[in-house]
Structures are given as C-alpha cells and as structure tokens.
C-alpha cells in the first residue's frame, strides 16, 4: 500500500527534502517559496516546519519570515564531525581491498610535511613490509602522500607555497622528486588521472597505488593504498591497481569523475 500524504514516511521524506533546500539558501527561504520548489501543500509544509521549529532543526527569527536551519540540526552536525572516527570509518574498505588483492594495503592522513599511517591491513603471503600505524613518512615520497596532497593543494602555487616551507624536501631514494616545480608538475598528473603512484620513491623495491578519500569534506581526510614490491608491481599492473582502488573506494569519496 502506498503511503498517503501525511504517512509518519512521507512526513519524514518531505521533512528531509525541506532541510536539504533551506540548507542551500543561505538567505532563507519563505513558506511560498518552499511549497513552490517542493510541490507541498502549504498546509501539510506548515505542520512539517512547526515540527522542525518545535525541535530546532529550521529557525523562523521573524514571524511569517524566511526559515534558515536551526541550531540543533547545526549543534548535531558538528557534533558527528567532532567524533568522526575516520579510521573506524575506513577499516572495512581496508579490509576489503586486502581480501580482494591479497596486497597489504594502508590508510594514512596529513600531518604537515609527513603523512602518518593510521591503519594497515598485512596481506595473507609471507612478504613483510616494514611501515607500521603510527609511522610517518615524507609526503611527497609517497602514494598516500601525493593522493592527499594533489587535492589539499590542487593548484601548483598552492603545492609550491607548501613545499617552500618544509625546504630542502628529502629524498629517501634517487627517484623521489627533486623540485617543488617536479612535484607540482606530478600532482596535476596525479589530479589528471585520479590516483598516485608511488615506484620507489620512498623505499627502494616498494611500490603503491593510492587514492584519496573525501568523506563529504572539502579535501581529502585521509588516503589509502595497495603496497606490492617491485618484481610484482610493473607500472602496468599499478595503472590497474589505481583504477580499481578509484571504483572500490566511490563509497567513501567524492572523488571527481575525469
């Protein structure tokens, strides 16, 4: 049986609709203007909003005025956003990229000039890398590094500005990038194609695809990537591996479609 009009589940469906539009008006929004953007009746959106009003998820601050979002719905918000646990938020997507490749794989955030592994997830063969949670590495070294960078810096004076203050930027082996201009260079490519390489930049016979993920915000809150060594990560076999990590991870981000 479909649900009528004032059903407890079209009132929520219609009560959803209404905060996502007063959440894209930042000058509010009048009892008219609602009903005509959402097809409501002004008197099933009148009861909705006493609702919402009574619970302080929309504000009315003049009578018969335009309704902004409420304190409570902002208060909720910010709340969530302050107990985000990013790595409880991304373990499974670890956890199923390393049963499906049988490659460890790792999640990491940005701290400055260095990335710092939050999570790792060891691949079930007998081959041991040496990061451990809690390491750090130099982010422009890295796949993890470069995915978070790309996008956290998307222009190349943004990644030049950052690269001036963390200068002369270390070279852990002789193919780590050797320029600011270098890097920012990389990263468009990096931008260009949706995920980062790293072929043995910051640990000789190591080598990762990486991507970032969004989780709604506005750069990246953290990365991750799938490790192999050399003799099984051919720059073909990486492409590949960079292309399933953007499919397997669209849950998690909002990573721009090329």
Sequence with gaps: MQDSAESPVASIDRALRILALIGGASRGLSLDE????????????????????FRQ??????PGGVYFLGTELLAT?????????????IHPLLLRLTAELNETTHMGVLDGAEIVYQDKIEAGHTIKLSSVIGGRNPAHATGVGKALLAWTYPTDEAIKAWAAQWEPLP?????????AAQLAEELAAVREQGYALDIEENEVDV???????????????AAVSVTLLGARAEPRRLAELGEYLRGAAADWSNLPAR
């Design 77 to 89: 918000a910010f709340r969530f956003h302050d107990m985000l646990d990013v790595r409880a938020l």
């Design 34 to 53: 609602l009903a005509a953007e959402l097809d409501i009746p002004k008197s099933s959106l009148h009861r909705i909003l006493a609702a919402l009003k």
């Design 57 to 62: 998820f929309v504000a009315q601050p003049e």
């Design 171 to 179: 070279r852990p082996t002789r193919r780590t990038v050797k320029s």
């Design 207 to 221: 080598r990762c695809a990486a991507v970032p993920i969004f989780l709604g915000k506005a750069v990246p809150a």
